[in-house]
Protein backbone atom coordinates (compact mmCIF):
# COMPACT_ATOMS: atom_id res chain seq x y z
CA UNK A 1 0.00 0.00 0.00
CA UNK A 2 1.30 3.74 -0.83
CA UNK A 3 2.49 5.79 2.22
CA UNK A 4 0.65 8.99 2.51
CA UNK A 5 1.99 12.48 3.30
CA UNK A 6 -0.58 14.92 4.18
CA UNK A 7 0.41 18.66 3.90
CA UNK A 8 -1.47 21.75 5.62
CA UNK A 9 -1.01 24.84 3.93
CA UNK A 10 -0.72 25.06 0.00
CA UNK A 11 2.02 27.84 -0.24
CA UNK A 12 5.78 28.24 -0.40
CA UNK A 13 6.73 25.82 2.34
CA UNK A 14 3.84 23.05 1.97
CA UNK A 15 3.84 23.05 -1.95
CA UNK A 16 8.02 22.73 -1.65
CA UNK A 17 8.00 20.41 -0.12
CA UNK A 18 5.39 18.21 -1.33
CA UNK A 19 6.84 19.08 -5.51
CA UNK A 20 9.99 17.38 -3.40
CA UNK A 21 8.18 14.17 -2.62
CA UNK A 22 6.71 13.93 -5.51
CA UNK A 23 10.19 14.07 -7.39
CA UNK A 24 11.40 11.60 -5.54
CA UNK A 25 8.41 9.21 -5.06
CA UNK A 26 5.70 8.41 -7.29
CA UNK A 27 1.65 8.18 -6.83
CA UNK A 28 2.28 4.18 -6.54
CA UNK A 29 4.51 4.68 -3.61
CA UNK A 30 3.46 8.04 -1.98
CA UNK A 31 -0.28 9.61 -1.98
CA UNK A 32 0.16 13.55 -1.17
CA UNK A 33 -3.21 15.28 0.04
CA UNK A 34 -2.72 18.67 0.48
CA UNK A 35 -5.86 20.72 2.47
CA UNK A 36 -5.62 24.70 1.70
CA UNK A 37 -8.10 26.63 3.47
CA UNK A 38 -7.89 29.71 1.20
CA UNK A 39 -8.40 30.06 -2.65
CA UNK A 40 -4.68 29.75 -3.88
CA UNK A 41 -1.97 27.85 -3.81
CA UNK A 42 1.40 28.64 -4.60
CA UNK A 43 1.42 32.33 -4.72
CA UNK A 44 3.53 35.55 -4.09
CA UNK A 45 2.78 36.86 -1.29
CA UNK A 46 5.92 39.10 -1.74
CA UNK A 47 4.45 40.62 -5.17
CA UNK A 48 1.49 42.05 -3.44
CA UNK A 49 2.05 45.30 -2.79
CA UNK A 50 3.22 46.05 -6.84
CA UNK A 51 0.10 44.48 -7.44
CA UNK A 52 -1.66 46.94 -5.01
CA UNK A 53 0.09 50.07 -7.12
CA UNK A 54 -0.36 48.70 -10.44
CA UNK A 55 3.30 47.51 -11.47
CA UNK A 56 2.19 44.00 -11.65
CA UNK A 57 -1.05 42.69 -12.98
CA UNK A 58 -2.44 40.43 -10.37
CA UNK A 59 -3.44 38.13 -8.84
CA UNK A 60 -2.99 35.45 -11.59
CA UNK A 61 0.33 36.94 -12.13
CA UNK A 62 1.36 35.94 -8.49
CA UNK A 63 0.37 32.41 -8.37
CA UNK A 64 3.40 30.26 -9.37
CA UNK A 65 1.08 26.82 -9.84
CA UNK A 66 -2.26 26.54 -9.64
CA UNK A 67 -4.28 23.83 -7.70
CA UNK A 68 -5.10 22.11 -11.26
CA UNK A 69 -1.72 22.16 -11.83
CA UNK A 70 -0.98 20.30 -8.75
CA UNK A 71 -3.65 17.79 -9.45
CA UNK A 72 -2.49 16.96 -12.89
CA UNK A 73 1.22 17.27 -13.04
CA UNK A 74 2.05 16.36 -9.85
CA UNK A 75 -0.71 13.60 -9.22
CA UNK A 76 -1.60 14.81 -5.69
CA UNK A 77 -5.24 15.35 -3.91
CA UNK A 78 -5.46 18.87 -3.29
CA UNK A 79 -8.47 19.96 -1.41
CA UNK A 80 -8.77 23.84 -1.94
CA UNK A 81 -11.20 25.75 1.00
CA UNK A 82 -10.49 22.82 3.61
CA UNK A 83 -9.50 24.20 7.15
CA UNK A 84 -7.70 21.13 9.24
CA UNK A 85 -9.08 22.06 12.62
CA UNK A 86 -7.42 19.03 14.98
CA UNK A 87 -4.31 16.89 14.75
CA UNK A 88 -4.77 13.56 16.34
CA UNK A 89 -0.70 12.19 16.47
CA UNK A 90 -1.87 8.85 18.54
CA UNK A 91 -4.46 8.02 15.24
CA UNK A 92 -1.94 10.07 12.92
CA UNK A 93 -4.94 11.75 11.52
CA UNK A 94 -5.98 15.04 10.48
CA UNK A 95 -9.57 16.56 10.69
CA UNK A 96 -10.20 19.15 8.13
CA UNK A 97 -13.62 20.94 7.91
CA UNK A 98 -14.50 21.91 4.22
CA UNK A 99 -15.45 25.78 4.31
CA UNK A 100 -17.33 25.60 0.93
CA UNK A 101 -19.72 22.63 1.12
CA UNK A 102 -20.15 22.31 5.01
CA UNK A 103 -18.84 18.89 6.64
CA UNK A 104 -15.59 17.20 7.79
CA UNK A 105 -13.48 14.75 6.77
CA UNK A 106 -10.57 12.42 8.78
CA UNK A 107 -7.59 11.87 6.94
CA UNK A 108 -4.97 9.48 8.03
CA UNK A 109 -1.18 9.59 7.63
CA UNK A 110 2.03 8.24 7.58
CA UNK A 111 4.24 11.47 7.01
CA UNK A 112 2.44 15.26 8.26
CA UNK A 113 3.74 18.63 6.86
CA UNK A 114 3.06 21.25 8.60
CA UNK A 115 3.29 24.58 7.29
CA UNK A 116 0.40 26.93 8.27
CA UNK A 117 2.60 30.27 7.75
CA UNK A 118 2.03 32.85 10.20
CA UNK A 119 -0.94 35.18 11.16
CA UNK A 120 -0.76 39.01 11.47
CA UNK A 121 -0.21 40.08 15.39
CA UNK A 122 -3.78 41.58 16.43
CA UNK A 123 -3.67 45.18 17.87
CA UNK A 124 -4.62 45.35 21.51
CA UNK A 125 -7.52 47.65 20.44
CA UNK A 126 -10.63 46.47 18.85
CA UNK A 127 -11.14 46.55 15.44
CA UNK A 128 -14.32 47.12 14.04
CA UNK A 129 -16.55 45.81 11.39
CA UNK A 130 -16.39 49.58 9.61
CA UNK A 131 -15.44 49.09 6.01
CA UNK A 132 -12.38 50.17 4.84
CA UNK A 133 -9.73 48.29 7.25
CA UNK A 134 -7.73 45.67 5.80
CA UNK A 135 -4.76 43.70 6.61
CA UNK A 136 -1.88 42.55 4.54
CA UNK A 137 -1.20 38.87 4.15
CA UNK A 138 -3.16 37.25 1.52
CA UNK A 139 -4.17 37.14 -2.07
CA UNK A 140 -7.63 37.73 -0.67
CA UNK A 141 -6.58 40.32 1.15
CA UNK A 142 -5.00 42.26 -1.71
CA UNK A 143 -8.00 41.92 -3.60
CA UNK A 144 -9.74 43.41 -0.64
CA UNK A 145 -7.80 46.40 -0.16
CA UNK A 146 -7.51 46.62 -4.40
CA UNK A 147 -11.76 46.69 -4.42
CA UNK A 148 -11.79 49.79 -1.81
CA UNK A 149 -9.30 51.74 -3.57
CA UNK A 150 -11.22 51.11 -6.65
CA UNK A 151 -14.68 51.89 -5.28
CA UNK A 152 -16.66 54.53 -5.66
CA UNK A 153 -16.49 56.57 -3.45
CA UNK A 154 -12.68 56.09 -4.19
CA UNK A 155 -9.93 56.84 -0.85
CA UNK A 156 -8.24 60.14 -0.52
CA UNK A 157 -6.32 59.78 2.77
CA UNK A 158 -4.86 56.27 3.53
CA UNK A 159 -3.07 55.31 7.30
CA UNK A 160 -0.60 52.58 7.56
CA UNK A 161 -0.55 51.17 11.04
CA UNK A 162 3.02 49.93 11.50
CA UNK A 163 6.35 51.19 9.94
CA UNK A 164 7.89 47.22 8.97
CA UNK A 165 8.69 46.08 5.49
CA UNK A 166 5.27 45.63 4.45
CA UNK A 167 3.79 48.50 6.11
CA UNK A 168 6.36 50.38 4.10
CA UNK A 169 5.89 48.86 0.81
CA UNK A 170 2.03 49.19 1.05
CA UNK A 171 2.73 52.72 2.25
CA UNK A 172 5.06 53.39 -1.07
CA UNK A 173 2.01 51.65 -3.18
CA UNK A 174 -0.57 53.84 -2.05
CA UNK A 175 1.59 56.81 -2.35
CA UNK A 176 1.99 55.78 -5.87
CA UNK A 177 -1.69 55.36 -6.53
CA UNK A 178 -2.27 59.15 -5.71
CA UNK A 179 -3.54 58.74 -1.95
CA UNK A 180 -2.56 61.20 0.99
CA UNK A 181 -0.79 58.46 2.99
CA UNK A 182 0.57 58.53 6.86
CA UNK A 183 2.87 55.79 8.28
CA UNK A 184 2.15 55.32 11.90
CA UNK A 185 4.69 53.62 13.94
CA UNK A 186 4.64 53.09 17.85
CA UNK A 187 8.36 53.21 17.71
CA UNK A 188 10.70 55.95 17.09
CA UNK A 189 10.64 55.44 13.02
CA UNK A 190 9.54 52.81 10.37
CA UNK A 191 12.10 49.88 9.31
CA UNK A 192 13.48 48.51 12.66
CA UNK A 193 15.33 45.96 10.67
CA UNK A 194 17.88 48.26 10.40
CA UNK A 195 19.49 50.22 13.12
CA UNK A 196 17.99 53.73 13.58
CA UNK A 197 20.99 55.91 12.20
CA UNK A 198 20.10 53.49 8.76
CA UNK A 199 16.48 53.84 9.43
CA UNK A 200 16.36 57.54 9.92
CA UNK A 201 17.86 57.85 6.19
CA UNK A 202 14.50 55.73 5.11
CA UNK A 203 12.20 58.37 6.86
CA UNK A 204 14.03 61.08 5.62
CA UNK A 205 13.54 59.52 2.10
CA UNK A 206 9.77 58.34 2.86
CA UNK A 207 9.23 62.29 3.45
CA UNK A 208 10.54 63.53 0.52
CA UNK A 209 8.62 60.83 -1.41
CA UNK A 210 5.54 62.81 0.30
CA UNK A 211 4.58 59.78 2.78
CA UNK A 212 3.66 61.75 6.29
CA UNK A 213 5.59 59.35 9.18
CA UNK A 214 4.11 59.08 12.19
CA UNK A 215 6.84 57.83 15.05
CA UNK A 216 6.74 56.74 18.75
CA UNK A 217 2.90 57.21 18.61
CA UNK A 218 0.90 54.02 19.49
CA UNK A 219 -2.75 53.99 17.84
CA UNK A 220 -5.95 53.28 20.12
CA UNK A 221 -8.82 52.57 18.18
CA UNK A 222 -10.15 53.67 15.03
CA UNK A 223 -13.29 56.23 14.48
CA UNK A 224 -16.00 55.16 12.17
CA UNK A 225 -19.06 56.94 9.90
CA UNK A 226 -21.74 55.11 7.87
CA UNK A 227 -20.29 51.92 8.30
CA UNK A 228 -16.37 53.38 7.01
CA UNK A 229 -13.72 53.95 8.95
CA UNK A 230 -13.04 57.87 9.41
CA UNK A 231 -9.82 57.91 11.74
CA UNK A 232 -7.20 56.29 13.25
CA UNK A 233 -7.00 57.70 16.92
CA UNK A 234 -4.09 58.15 18.62
CA UNK A 235 -2.79 60.17 21.87
CA UNK A 236 -2.09 63.00 19.65
CA UNK A 237 -5.47 63.29 18.37
CA UNK A 238 -7.21 61.34 15.23
CA UNK A 239 -5.75 61.20 12.04
CA UNK A 240 -8.61 61.62 9.75
CA UNK A 241 -8.70 58.75 6.90
CA UNK A 242 -10.77 56.88 4.14
CA UNK A 243 -8.92 53.52 4.41
CA UNK A 244 -6.55 51.78 7.18
CA UNK A 245 -3.92 49.25 6.28
CA UNK A 246 -2.56 47.01 9.62
CA UNK A 247 1.17 46.18 9.33
CA UNK A 248 2.25 45.12 12.75
CA UNK A 249 3.96 41.95 12.19
CA UNK A 250 3.27 38.25 12.02
CA UNK A 251 3.62 35.69 14.63
CA UNK A 252 3.69 31.97 13.94
CA UNK A 253 0.50 30.30 13.32
CA UNK A 254 0.95 27.36 16.10
CA UNK A 255 -2.47 26.95 17.20
CA UNK A 256 -2.88 23.58 16.04
CA UNK A 257 0.57 22.62 16.41
CA UNK A 258 0.04 23.19 20.01
CA UNK A 259 -3.15 21.44 20.66
CA UNK A 260 -1.19 18.77 19.41
CA UNK A 261 1.43 18.86 21.54
CA UNK A 262 4.19 19.90 19.30
CA UNK A 263 7.03 21.55 20.83
CA UNK A 264 7.37 24.92 20.48
CA UNK A 265 11.16 26.68 21.01
CA UNK A 266 11.58 30.29 22.79
CA UNK A 267 10.25 32.39 19.81
CA UNK A 268 6.76 31.02 20.14
CA UNK A 269 7.26 28.98 16.47
CA UNK A 270 7.74 25.35 16.15
CA UNK A 271 11.10 23.16 17.01
CA UNK A 272 12.47 21.53 14.10
CA UNK A 273 16.08 20.22 13.69
CA UNK A 274 17.97 20.59 10.22
CA UNK A 275 15.92 18.27 8.57
CA UNK A 276 12.79 20.10 9.17
CA UNK A 277 11.93 17.03 11.93
CA UNK A 278 9.50 17.90 14.72
CA UNK A 279 11.88 16.33 17.50
CA UNK A 280 10.18 13.50 19.51
CA UNK A 281 7.41 13.34 16.61
CA UNK A 282 8.81 10.76 13.92
CA UNK A 283 6.84 11.28 10.07
CA UNK A 284 5.93 14.81 11.74
CA UNK A 285 7.64 17.84 9.61
CA UNK A 286 7.55 21.30 9.65
CA UNK A 287 8.69 24.55 7.78
CA UNK A 288 8.03 27.79 6.39
CA UNK A 289 6.66 30.87 8.55
CA UNK A 290 5.34 28.70 11.77
CA UNK A 291 9.04 27.44 12.58
CA UNK A 292 11.61 28.79 14.10
CA UNK A 293 15.63 28.57 13.00
CA UNK A 294 18.93 28.79 14.16
CA UNK A 295 21.01 32.19 13.55
CA UNK A 296 24.21 31.53 12.57
CA UNK A 297 25.88 34.56 13.67
CA UNK A 298 24.34 35.13 16.85
CA UNK A 299 23.78 31.70 17.51
CA UNK A 300 19.97 31.75 18.94
CA UNK A 301 16.85 30.46 17.41
CA UNK A 302 15.26 33.31 15.84
CA UNK A 303 12.03 33.52 14.21
CA UNK A 304 12.29 35.18 10.36
CA UNK A 305 9.07 34.89 8.30
CA UNK A 306 9.89 35.22 5.10
CA UNK A 307 9.27 33.82 1.85
CA UNK A 308 13.51 32.75 0.79
CA UNK A 309 13.51 30.71 4.01
CA UNK A 310 9.99 28.87 3.45
CA UNK A 311 10.62 28.27 0.07
CA UNK A 312 14.33 26.49 1.08
CA UNK A 313 12.75 24.52 4.26
CA UNK A 314 10.25 23.26 2.49
CA UNK A 315 12.13 21.59 -0.41
CA UNK A 316 14.49 20.17 2.85
CA UNK A 317 11.66 18.63 4.34
CA UNK A 318 10.18 17.58 1.14
CA UNK A 319 13.76 16.02 -0.01
CA UNK A 320 13.83 13.91 3.18
CA UNK A 321 10.30 13.23 2.84
CA UNK A 322 11.13 11.63 -0.41
CA UNK A 323 14.16 9.47 1.05
CA UNK A 324 17.15 11.91 0.19
CA UNK A 325 19.41 13.73 2.84
CA UNK A 326 19.09 17.44 3.13
CA UNK A 327 19.73 20.04 5.71
CA UNK A 328 18.71 23.45 6.22
CA UNK A 329 21.53 24.62 8.86
CA UNK A 330 20.39 28.66 9.83
CA UNK A 331 19.79 32.41 8.24
CA UNK A 332 21.96 35.12 9.19
CA UNK A 333 18.95 37.58 8.86
CA UNK A 334 19.33 38.94 5.45
CA UNK A 335 16.63 40.63 3.52
CA UNK A 336 15.98 43.47 0.91
CA UNK A 337 13.17 46.41 0.23
CA UNK A 338 12.74 49.20 -1.16
CA UNK A 339 10.41 53.11 -1.32
CA UNK A 340 9.73 54.16 -4.56
CA UNK A 341 14.12 54.10 -5.63
CA UNK A 342 15.56 54.15 -2.11
CA UNK A 343 16.60 50.35 -1.63
CA UNK A 344 17.70 48.90 1.82
CA UNK A 345 19.44 45.77 2.29
CA UNK A 346 20.87 44.12 5.80
CA UNK A 347 22.21 41.21 7.10
CA UNK A 348 23.80 39.48 10.48
CA UNK A 349 22.91 41.53 13.52
CA UNK A 350 22.21 44.99 14.36
CA UNK A 351 23.92 47.12 17.14
CA UNK A 352 20.87 45.76 19.13
CA UNK A 353 21.09 42.13 18.46
CA UNK A 354 25.14 42.00 19.00
CA UNK A 355 24.79 43.78 22.19
CA UNK A 356 22.08 41.18 23.49
CA UNK A 357 24.02 38.12 22.51
CA UNK A 358 26.87 39.56 24.24
CA UNK A 359 29.33 40.51 21.20
CA UNK A 360 32.19 43.42 21.53
CA UNK A 361 32.01 45.32 18.42
CA UNK A 362 32.59 48.21 16.62
CA UNK A 363 30.26 49.80 14.04
CA UNK A 364 31.09 52.25 11.19
CA UNK A 365 29.13 53.72 8.46
CA UNK A 366 31.05 54.87 5.13
CA UNK A 367 28.75 57.38 2.97
CA UNK A 368 29.78 56.63 -1.32
CA UNK A 369 27.69 56.40 -4.22
CA UNK A 370 26.76 53.55 -6.71
CA UNK A 371 28.53 53.95 -9.42
CA UNK A 372 32.24 56.41 -10.03
CA UNK A 373 31.48 59.86 -9.09
CA UNK A 374 31.59 61.62 -12.92
CA UNK A 375 29.08 58.65 -14.15
CA UNK A 376 25.67 59.58 -15.15
CA UNK A 377 23.37 58.47 -12.29
CA UNK A 378 25.82 58.49 -9.65
CA UNK A 379 23.62 58.10 -6.70
CA UNK A 380 24.47 58.35 -2.85
CA UNK A 381 25.07 55.29 -1.03
CA UNK A 382 25.37 54.29 2.77
CA UNK A 383 27.28 51.13 4.28
CA UNK A 384 27.33 50.31 7.74
CA UNK A 385 29.11 47.84 9.06
CA UNK A 386 29.61 45.76 12.52
CA UNK A 387 32.73 44.14 13.61
CA UNK A 388 33.65 41.83 16.12
CA UNK A 389 36.33 43.46 18.44
CA UNK A 390 39.17 42.32 18.65
CA UNK A 391 39.30 39.82 16.20
CA UNK A 392 37.58 41.94 13.32
CA UNK A 393 35.07 39.46 12.14
CA UNK A 394 32.11 40.68 10.51
CA UNK A 395 28.85 40.40 12.20
CA UNK A 396 26.39 42.77 10.58
CA UNK A 397 26.08 45.48 7.33
CA UNK A 398 23.52 47.21 6.65
CA UNK A 399 23.26 49.04 3.27
CA UNK A 400 20.92 52.44 1.92
CA UNK A 401 20.91 54.13 -1.26
CA UNK A 402 19.27 55.31 -4.47
CA UNK A 403 20.37 52.72 -7.20
CA UNK A 404 22.17 49.41 -7.30
CA UNK A 405 22.32 49.14 -3.45
CA UNK A 406 20.27 46.47 -1.59
CA UNK A 407 22.05 43.67 -4.05
CA UNK A 408 24.95 44.78 -3.03
CA UNK A 409 23.89 43.19 0.25
CA UNK A 410 24.67 39.98 -0.86
CA UNK A 411 28.56 40.17 -1.10
CA UNK A 412 28.25 40.82 2.49
CA UNK A 413 26.00 38.27 3.12
CA UNK A 414 28.58 35.62 1.77
CA UNK A 415 31.05 37.92 3.94
CA UNK A 416 28.96 37.08 6.89
CA UNK A 417 28.05 33.60 6.29
CA UNK A 418 31.91 32.48 5.28
CA UNK A 419 32.90 33.92 8.70
CA UNK A 420 35.27 36.78 7.03
CA UNK A 421 37.21 39.55 8.82
CA UNK A 422 36.43 42.91 7.71
CA UNK A 423 40.44 43.14 7.08
CA UNK A 424 39.85 40.00 4.96
CA UNK A 425 37.01 41.74 3.04
CA UNK A 426 39.39 44.91 2.00
CA UNK A 427 41.24 42.29 -0.46
CA UNK A 428 37.47 40.70 -2.10
CA UNK A 429 38.14 40.82 -5.87
CA UNK A 430 34.62 42.75 -6.52
CA UNK A 431 33.86 44.33 -9.80
CA UNK A 432 34.78 47.76 -10.90
CA UNK A 433 33.52 49.86 -13.74
CA UNK A 434 32.65 53.06 -13.36
CA UNK A 435 29.13 52.32 -14.61
CA UNK A 436 28.57 49.76 -11.63
CA UNK A 437 30.53 51.33 -9.10
CA UNK A 438 33.29 53.35 -7.76
CA UNK A 439 37.05 52.32 -8.16
CA UNK A 440 36.59 51.46 -4.22
CA UNK A 441 33.36 49.66 -4.26
CA UNK A 442 30.96 50.87 -0.96
CA UNK A 443 31.71 47.19 -0.07
CA UNK A 444 35.36 47.78 0.16
CA UNK A 445 35.45 52.03 1.75
CA UNK A 446 33.26 50.51 4.40
CA UNK A 447 35.77 47.39 5.42
CA UNK A 448 38.72 49.77 5.11
CA UNK A 449 36.91 52.45 7.56
CA UNK A 450 36.21 49.24 10.14
CA UNK A 451 39.62 48.30 9.93
CA UNK A 452 41.14 51.66 11.28
CA UNK A 453 38.40 51.63 13.59
CA UNK A 454 39.26 48.51 15.43
CA UNK A 455 42.89 49.55 15.08
CA UNK A 456 42.37 52.69 16.87
CA UNK A 457 40.43 51.29 19.29
CA UNK A 458 42.77 47.94 20.12
CA UNK A 459 45.66 50.11 19.65
C1 LIG B 1 2.81 41.72 1.64
C2 LIG B 1 3.93 40.73 1.87
C3 LIG B 1 5.16 40.94 1.26
C4 LIG B 1 6.21 40.04 1.46
N1 LIG B 1 7.42 40.27 0.87
C5 LIG B 1 8.44 39.38 1.04
C6 LIG B 1 9.69 39.57 0.39
O1 LIG B 1 9.88 40.56 -0.35
N2 LIG B 1 10.67 38.65 0.60
C7 LIG B 1 10.49 37.54 1.39
O2 LIG B 1 11.41 36.72 1.53
N3 LIG B 1 9.29 37.33 2.02
C8 LIG B 1 8.28 38.21 1.86
N4 LIG B 1 7.06 37.99 2.47
C9 LIG B 1 6.92 36.83 3.36
C10 LIG B 1 6.54 35.56 2.60
O3 LIG B 1 5.40 35.78 1.82
C11 LIG B 1 6.30 34.44 3.60
O4 LIG B 1 7.46 34.28 4.38
C12 LIG B 1 5.97 33.12 2.93
O5 LIG B 1 4.78 33.21 2.19
C13 LIG B 1 5.82 32.02 3.98
O6 LIG B 1 5.46 30.84 3.36
P1 LIG B 1 4.72 29.71 4.20
O7 LIG B 1 4.40 28.61 3.25
O8 LIG B 1 5.48 29.39 5.43
O9 LIG B 1 3.38 30.40 4.75
P2 LIG B 1 2.19 31.06 3.94
O10 LIG B 1 2.63 31.63 2.67
O11 LIG B 1 1.49 31.96 4.91
O12 LIG B 1 1.25 29.82 3.62
C14 LIG B 1 0.59 29.13 4.63
C15 LIG B 1 -0.68 28.59 4.04
O13 LIG B 1 -1.30 27.75 4.99
C16 LIG B 1 -2.71 27.91 4.90
N5 LIG B 1 -3.26 27.46 6.19
C17 LIG B 1 -3.00 27.97 7.42
N6 LIG B 1 -3.66 27.27 8.36
C18 LIG B 1 -4.34 26.29 7.71
C19 LIG B 1 -5.19 25.24 8.15
N7 LIG B 1 -5.49 25.06 9.44
N8 LIG B 1 -5.72 24.43 7.22
C20 LIG B 1 -5.43 24.60 5.88
N9 LIG B 1 -4.64 25.59 5.42
C21 LIG B 1 -4.08 26.41 6.33
C22 LIG B 1 -2.87 29.40 4.63
O14 LIG B 1 -4.12 29.68 4.03
C23 LIG B 1 -1.70 29.68 3.70
O15 LIG B 1 -2.05 29.61 2.35
C24 LIG B 1 6.00 38.89 2.28
C25 LIG B 1 4.75 38.66 2.88
C26 LIG B 1 3.74 39.57 2.67
C27 LIG B 1 2.39 39.30 3.34
Known sequence: MAQRLIVIGGDAAGMSAASQARRRRDRGDLEIVVFERGHFTSYSACGIPYWISGLVPGPEALIARDPETFRT?????????????????????????DLKGGGEVRERFDDLMYATGAVPVKPSWAITDAGGVFGMQTLDDGAALRDWLDADPQPRRAVV??????????????????????????????????????????????????????????????????????????????????????????RPNTALAEAAGLPLGPTGAIRVDRRMRVPGHPGV??????????????????????????????????????????????????AVTKVCDLEVGRTGLRERDATAAGFEFVSVIAESTNRAGYYPGARPMTVKLIAERPSGRLLG???????????????????????????????????????????????????????????????
Open 73 to 97: EYAMDVRMRHEVTAIDLERREVVAR
Open 161 to 250: VGGGYIGVEIAEALIQRGLSVTLVEAGEQPMSTVDSDMGELVAEAMRGLGITIRGSLPVSGLEERDGRVSAVVTAEGPIPTDVVVMGLGV
Open 285 to 334: WAAGDCVETLHRVSGLPVHVPLGTHANKQGRVAGINIGGGYATFTGVIGT
Open 397 to 459: AQIVGWSEAAKRIDSLAVALWNGMTVDDMTQLDLGYAPPYAPVWDPVLIAARKAVDALAALDR
